[in-house]
């Protein structure tokens, strides 16, 4: 990099609508890490299409994943926030790492088995070689630095796996990545099921807030979030449902569990979950109104999206000349 700082990439897929969970758990808590580090957060759409997707929808939707990265927070001038398909480093990358990549290894991807399951219709290629585009993603900036969750650990050894693998054969080509703890997020379950992670492909909306969820609608999954027959606001492993809904109303307010706990004492689960709502209402508010704002903005919105696609290009067809060196292949006159 320019400056000395250490590398750190991530992104999201731009599939479905982002959810409390995301927030909470990954989003708000990047967006400061840009101080510390040279960051780059891309929209995986290239991703998103190893399920199908309705092409006015999933346009929009990624372009509205871009929007909430900087309504969230994140400075699209000291962060580099771009479209995954706007650079074709990452789907040149990914063939050549493709080719140091083990069906081996793959055949062994927990997620790819999980999803496979799910869309047994369509079992593509593109959903088997899925970690690869990802180790592309990853390497083509040479990250020191991925947050990642539980979910995509395994992702990321098969990435430092195959960066190791290559360096091994032509010297020194890719800084090998490290996963990024920090300040742990957290960790947001359904409101209907809660031993499962609040998702924003949950086939039931009442289990996810969703990003862009008006007041009512807040309150009303709020309300009807499953809970326990007791009536004590008290954060147990036996009470899953009451203490997703502490983490939910700490996570928003800062306050901590004892302290939520004494404020609710002796009170129902009505009006707790009614100050859960508030809480949520509260905190989502100003990132709606910033999203709704950019949103009618196009021409910045559009000017973001060119620096930035031109930032992230540069960095990539950087990395992808060296490997295209160190691999042998003849020069682009
Ligand atoms: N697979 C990630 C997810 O679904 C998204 C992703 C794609 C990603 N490429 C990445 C995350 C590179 C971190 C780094 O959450």
């Not at 989003?27 to 997707?53: A, P």
């Amino acid at each position: 990099m320019l400056n000395d700082k250490k590398v750190l990439y991530s992104g999201m897929q731009a599939t479905g609508n982002l959810t409390l969970g995301n927030y909470l758990g990954a989003l708000k808590n990047w967006v400061n890490l840009n101080e510390e580090y040279e960051c780059f957060w891309g929209v995986m759409d290239m991703h998103s299409i190893t399920v199908r997707q309705e092409p006015a929808e999933f346009r929009k939707r990624a372009r509205n994943l871009l929007i909430l990265y900087i309504a969230a927070g994140l400075d699209p001038v000291k962060n580099c926030l771009y479209f995954q398909s706007h650079v074709s480093a990452h789907a040149e990358l990914s063939w050549i790492l493709g080719c140091f990549t083990y069906m081996g290894e793959l055949n062994r991807m927990t997620q790819f088995k999980d999803k496979a399951a799910k869309h047994s219709d369509n079992i593509n290629a593109g959903l088997y070689t899925y970690p690869v585009l990802m180790a592309a993603d990853i390497l083509l900036y040479q990250a020191d630095y991925v947050p990642v969750g539980k979910d995509q650990k395994q992702h990321l050894e098969i990435t430092r796996d195959i960066a190791e693998r290559i360096n091994g054969i032509y010297g020194d080509v890719f800084t090998i990545p490290e996963p990024y703890f920090g300040k742990a997020g957290a960790k947001i379950m359904s409101l209907q099921d809660p031993s499962k992670k609040m998702s924003k492909s949950d086939e039931n909306i009442n289990g996810s807030i969703y990003l862009t969820d008006d007041p009512d609608t807040i309150v009303r999954k709020c309300k009807r979030a499953v809970t326990d027959s007791d009536s004590q606001v008290r954060y147990s492993e036996d009470k899953p449902g009451i203490s997703n809904l502490l983490d939910i109303y700490t996570a928003c307010s800062g306050k901590t569990i004892p302290e939520a706990e004494k404020e609710f004492e002796g009170k129902g689960y009505g009006e707790f979950k009614l100050a859960v709502a508030e809480e949520v209402i509260r905190v989502l508010k100003p990132m709606q109104e910033e999203f709704e704002r950019l949103s009618r903005d196009k021409a910045y919105i559009d000017g973001i999206i060119k620096e930035n696609d031109a930032k992230a290009a540069y960095f990539a067809n950087k990395t992808l000349r060296k490997v295209r060196r160190k691999i042998g292949f003849t020069d682009i006159k």
